[in-house]
């Protein structure tokens, strides 16, 4: 005679504490990943604000609004950080990222502090009438600000913030007259090129 079979039910309780340990180690795991993965910056970010930058640069080669050059460059940067903050954090979501921890987090936690310094800096220097080191100071501090951030991105963006840095540093020893150029080159053409470079990267990748 065939055995019986014998059938053994898991209780409720079991069920539960096993769905509850599963889903907590997934959470886990999820949470690792992102603390130590890297922060997707899209070329499209860098082409935005460096559209921005050009757009800047040639409303000050306008001599009538050539006088006006600190409130449009102000006004640019502030929709220049807006245009890529945007458009990072879009993708960071798609990508399924959480924007107020792991490598999100940590960019901010890099890029925002030499920014507020910059803006701090800014603030004294025309104070005093020392406005002719301020363009050098934007873009010695952003250059700073972009290479630690760099470091949770892809190469290319520390690249850039050394290359920031060095047309700050340049900007520090050379008259006003030179201000909008090296801004322009900067701001303008440097986060174009670096743009396209890590769009062309990325879709050469697939």
Request: glycine residues 12%; charged residues 10%; positive net charge.
């Amino acid at each position: 005679m065939p055995k019986a079979t014998v059938q053994r039910k898991i209780p409720l309780e079991n069920t539960v504490a096993l769905e509850r340990h599963a889903l907590g180690t997934l959470q886990y795991i999820r949470a690792s990943i992102d603390a130590a993965g890297l922060l997707a910056v899209p070329g499209s970010a860098g082409i935005a604000m460096g559209s921005v930058g050009v757009l800047a640069a040639l409303t000050v080669s306008i001599p009538t609004l050539a006088p006006h050059w600190f409130g449009i460059w102000v006004a640019a940067g502030i929709a220049a950080f807006a245009c890529g903050s945007g458009l990072i954090a879009h993708q960071s979501l798609r990508r399924g990222a959480v924007l107020y921890r792991g490598p999100a987090r940590k960019f901010l936690a890099c890029l925002l502090p030499p920014l507020l310094a910059g803006a701090a800096l800014t603030f004294e220097l025309w104070h005093d009438d020392m406005v002719r080191l301020i363009p050098g100071t934007w873009l010695l501090l952003y250059g700073c600000a972009v290479m630690a951030a760099g470091t949770l991105t892809v190469p290319p963006v520390s690249v850039m913030g050394a290359l920031f840095a060095v047309l700050g540093v340049a900007a520090l020893r050379l008259p006003l007259a030179f201000a909008n150029t090296l801004l322009g080159v900067g701001f303008g053409g440097l986060h174009l090129s670096f743009g396209l470079w890590i769009g062309w990267t990325k879709r050469h990748e697939y």
